[in-house]
T-cell receptor, first 114, second 111 residues
Framework: DGGITQSPKYLFRKEGQNVTLSCEQN?????MYWYRQDPGQGLRLIYY???????QKGDIAEGYSVSREKKESFPLTVTSAQKNPTAFYLC?????????????FGPGTRLTVT | QQQVKQSPQSLIVQKGGISIINCAYE??????FPWYQQFPGKGPALLIA?????SEKKEGRFTISFNKSAKQFSLHIMDSQPGDSATYFC??????????FGQGTELSVKP
């Protein structure tokens, strides 16, 4: 089955700890994205990557970091500098980063920081 | 200018009725307008999309109406079913390839 996997589905952390969210795709897509979803705010872009070893900040990158060492993997680290990290995090990929390329989403990871 | 404004925030429709969700944008550089459907605890999935060179696109019970001069577009769900209950997001994509999402509409279809 081709698709995007995110793990874990639920993640709990104490304030002040860094945490890494996993995202893997076997669609052979070049572009990958991380979004944050909060109630009533839609999806907001955190980081995106058009190709391996390259990534750019999205609209809300502060307190987050990413890496893209392999085409199929795009992990997101939520650092202790992120002031309000509790949210639903969604990873997506597209064939390339062209306007009409469909973005396919993973099932998401719900992060709770207390 | 990069915003997409979506309304209503929530919508309750009787089974068999028409669900209508509206979106407005400012940036005339947007040239692709997809709608995504998201069920609770899942990631969004593409439902239907339109380009600004057409005024309407229909796929089954789902129709996008597009008004380029007013910079507005809407999703119509005909014969709404309880299985359509989900959150719907409009979005816009510019030449840079990044999606700008609306705030989302939580649709509930009552049997």
């Amino acid at each position: 089955d081709g698709g995007i996997t995110q793990s874990p589905k639920y993640l709990f952390r104490k304030e002040g700890q860094n945490v890494t969210l996993s995202c893997e795709q076997n669609l052979n897509h070049d572009a990958m994205y991380w979004y944050r979803q909060d109630p009533g705010q839609g999806l907001r872009l955190i980081y995106y990557s058009q190709i391996v070893n390259d990534f750019q900040k999205g609209d809300i990158a502060e307190g987050y970091s990413v890496s893209r060492e392999k085409k199929e993997s795009f992990p997101l680290t939520v650092t202790s500098a992120q002031k309000n990290p509790t949210a639903f995090y969604l990873c997506a990929s597209s064939l390339q980063q062209r306007p009409h390329d469909e973005q396919y989403f993973g099932p998401g990871t719900r992060l709770t920081v207390t | 200018q990069q915003q997409v404004k979506q309304s209503p925030q929530s919508l309750i429709v009787q089974k068999g009725g028409i669900s209508i969700i509206n979106c407005a944008y400012e940036n005339t550089a947007f040239d692709y307008f997809p709608w995504y459907q998201q069920f609770p605890g899942k990631g969004p999935a593409l439902l239907i999309a339109i380009r600004p060179d057409v005024s309407e696109k229909k796929e089954g019970r789902f129709t996008i109406s597009f008004n380029k001069s007013a910079k507005q577009f809407s999703l119509h769900i005909m014969d709404s079913q309880p299985g359509d209950s989900a959150t719907y997001f409009c979005a816009a994509n510019n030449q840079g390839g990044k999606l700008i999402f609306g705030q989302g509409t939580e649709l509930s279809v009552k049997p």
